[in-house]
């Protein structure tokens, strides 16, 4: 391949050929690392622009992290429209790298992380116009119509993000702080400032129409309601006996079909009584499920599919039966 053959992608100018130069200095210098030294691989034709060019080897440089650093820096100077959008969300992601081994040899001085929250703000404000933001509206509402949200990969990816929100993601001391901060700042911002008008209207009490209650009626009508707690709470005394006489029961809301070593189709359900009584890692279980494991098996059992509700439903009542059974 010819890595001057941009097809119009770069503008001709000074950074265009400050670019070019520092590239053809470093493939003169080295065509591959250096052992010892550290060298950062990069596409000479950016990948994003060029995507058929990802995996050629000769669009491949060795730089040093500042050479790296300036290149994208000019990169963003010598493109325009889509590309220079790319351009600047890649100096983005490589000036927020974390900073270590050798790369913290250098740092990102005042001027050149200005210029990068500038540049990120304009670009992203060119490139969201107003039809770009209706289009992509219609694209996302078309997605969402047409999804199937009953389908075993919505549900794990579904899975996958709750579990990551609930248990996986950590809040810094410093992120806390910061979002703190924000809150205070933006309340005090706000203060001794008129309300805008949507902001008046979501406060105001509204009356339903009677169209609105007429929809509701129908909505609601032959549908099961409660006997005769409507309005009233249960007392403390109530709710300890309730959770006295509960002591014991196997709550069940979801079951996984997984394969045996020996190739049975075992349905786990409930989850925590089967794993335990193939001594399996529920863990282990839960990253098979969402596809993170690099070996795709835990112990020899694979996952098959996330069961059914009427799968589920004759166990549920059997534990239920046998619960009260226990209970009398």
């Known amino acids: 391949m010819n890595i001057y053959e941009h097809n119009g992608a770069f503008l001709t100018n000074k950074y265009t050929t400050w670019y070019y130069n520092i590239i053809e200095l470093a493939i003169k210098k080295r065509e591959v690392p250096v052992d010892g030294e550290y060298y950062e691989s990069h596409h ?32 963003t100077k010598m493109t ?15 000036m927020h790298i974390k900073q270590i081994g050798d790369r913290s040899k250098y740092s990102i001085n005042s001027r050149w992380y200005d210029y990068q929250r500038r540049l990120a703000h304009t670009v992203k404000k060119d490139y969201w116009t107003a039809e770009r933001r209706r289009l992509q509206s219609i694209k996302l509402t078309a997605y969402n119509s047409e999804v199937d949200k009953t389908s075993d990969e919505y549900l794990s990816r579904n899975a996958a993000i709750q579990y990551y929100q609930l248990y996986e993601k950590v809040w810094t001391d410093r992120a806390i702080q910061t979002r703190l901060q924000n809150c205070l700042t933006a309340a005090a911002n706000r203060k001794g400032k008129p309300w805008s008008e949507n902001r008046r209207m979501s406060h105001v009490p509204r009356k339903q129409t009677d169209s609105s209650n007429e929809k509701r009626r129908i909505k609601m009508k032959g549908r099961k309601t409660s006997d005769g707690m409507l309005g009233h709470n249960h007392t403390d005394a109530s709710k300890k006996k309730c959770s006295n006489s509960n002591k014991g029961l196997i709550v069940i809301k979801r079951g996984y079909w997984y394969e045996s ?7 786990f359900c409930p989850i925590v009584e089967t794993a335990n009584l193939y001594n399996l890692s529920l ?31 004759p166990i549920k009542e059997l534990y239920l039966n046998n619960f009260h059974q226990k209970k009398k």
């Not at 070593?261 to 349905?267: H, K, R």
Request: glycine residues 4%; proline residues 5%; charged residues 25%.
């Open 283 to 313: 863990e282990q279980l839960r990253l098979l499920r969402l596809g993170k494991l690099k070996k795709n098996h835990h112990r020899g059992w694979r996952f098959i599919r996330t069961a059914t509700a009427d799968e589920i439903s």
């Open 44 to 75: 000479i034709l950016p990948k994003s622009i060029f995507p058929k060019y990802k995996s050629n080897k000769s669009n491949l440089v060795y730089l040093t992290p500042k050479e790296h650093f300036i290149c994208h820096l000019l990169l």
């Open 80 to 94: 325009y429209g889509r590309n220079r959008y790319k351009m600047s969300k890649a100096l983005t992601m490589l």
């Open 261 to 267: 070593p020996q190739g049975a189709q075992i349905l």
